[in-house]
């Protein structure tokens, strides 16, 4: 019923920028929780940036000053700008969203960068 699709990893050098993006696409009334999360090899997944419905951004302290998580509400559409990457922060990337306290998950996206 609701669909979260992420785009935008790939390989890039360490100091290099990267875009992700997250599209809701379903049965979508209110989005109470949309975030970016992430999970390295042997790793647990964690949190890197969230916002919860009228809250201000949350960020993990390894990315702060670093990456800006921004969301379009009129399209669903959340992004996740990384700049100055750095080789640990390769990890699978995953869009999360709570809708009516729901948690759905998009099919992740592969960052890797190299140092």
């Known amino acids: 019923q609701v669909r979260l699709v992420e785009s935008g990893g790939g390989l890039v050098q360490a100091g290099g920028s990267l875009r992700l993006s997250c599209a809701a696409s379903g049965r979508i009334f209110r989005i109470d929780f949309m975030g970016w999360y992430r999970q390295a090899p042997g790793k647990q997944r964690e949190l890197v940036a969230g916002?919860?419905?009228?809250?201000?951004?949350n960020y993990a302290d390894s990315v702060k000053g670093r990456f800006t998580f921004s969301r379009d509400n009129a399209e669903n559409t959340a992004y996740l700008q990384m700049n100055s990457l750095k080789p640990e922060d390769t990890a699978v990337y995953y869009c999360?969203?709570?809708?009516?306290?729901?948690?759905?998950w998009g099919q992740g996206t592969q960052v890797t960068v190299s140092s």
């Open positions: 916002i919860t419905s009228g809250a201000s951004t």
């Open positions: 999360a969203a709570m809708i009516l306290g729901a948690t759905y």
